[in-house]
């Protein structure tokens, strides 16, 4: 049995429609690792089970895990929001222990970014890199602010290799990769919630993750061009 830390990391979401109906998500890390500490749960519908429309590039065995850990935490908010158009308007009020950020914005996007959240403390061995941006959760970030998060996380883990005295990738190779995985996994999730779901809610939310995770690894290819003007004064070789 794994043992959690007694310290946790909380971040709340807050939806309130325009009819008042209002669904509160109390998501709590174990600060140890920066996983999700979820209540036991007995039972779990069947589209939880690991082997229903797995994903192909899945590392793990039913022997050992029975429910996919991703899916088994998107229960609740499925069952919650099951029912809901994707593009209905709500307000979003996110909490954490520094801020509250809130926005007026569709159902897909708030999901969106609260999946986000879940997807890299889930469990699953393939978001686990993403522990770090659940760590510094930036609620409802744009397409730029999730490029430049996750492009400088990837290199201050370069810098950690590198004084470790392991090879640093420079050139992002493997956040390629990383996001290749991803969206192998969106793919196999959305397939999931399409079973198990009568609406679009959480199914049109991962497409909206997926949009980043095709983006990041264009904007490589790319040189990372549109976000060079913010580094003019570290390029600057006359200001040396």
Not at 88 to 114: A, D
Not at 131 to 137: C, D, E, G, I, T
Not at 171 to 181: A, P, V
Request: glycine share 2%; aromatic share 10%; proline share 4%.
């Amino acid at each position: 049995r794994r043992i959690l830390s007694l310290k946790t990391w909380d971040i709340e979401y807050s939806f309130t429609q325009k009819n008042g109906i209002q669904e509160d998500f109390h998501l709590r890390l174990d600060e140890a690792n920066l996983e999700l500490i979820r209540d036991p749960v007995h039972a779990l519908p069947p589209w939880t089970y690991l082997e229903f429309h797995q994903c192909p590039n899945c590392t793990l065995t039913i022997q050992n895990h029975f429910y996919c850990p991703l899916a088994s935490n998107l229960v609740d908010i499925l069952q919650r929001f099951d029912g809901i158009v994707s593009f209905n308007e709500v307000h979003v009020r996110v909490t954490t222990r520094e801020r509250s950020i809130s926005q007026n914005t569709t159902v897909q996007k708030g999901v969106s970014s609260m999946i986000g959240l879940v997807f890299a403390t889930c469990g699953c061995p393939h978001t686990a890199f993403f522990k770090p941006m659940a760590r510094f959760h930036l609620p409802l970030a744009n397409e730029e602010e999730t490029t430049y998060r996750a492009i400088s996380m990837y290199l201050l883990a370069q810098y950690f290799l590198n004084r470790e005295g392991q090879d640093a990738d420079l050139e992002l190779k493997k956040l390629i990769r990383i996001y290749k995985n991803i969206r192998i996994i969106n793919t196999a999730v959305a397939e999931r919630l399409r079973a198990a779901s009568e609406t679009d809610s959480l199914v049109n939310a991962i497409v909206l993750l997926d949009l980043y995770a095709q983006e990041i690894p264009f904007a490589i290819e790319e040189s990372l061009e549109k976000l060079r003007y913010l580094f003019t004064a570290f390029l600057d070789r006359e200001g040396k």
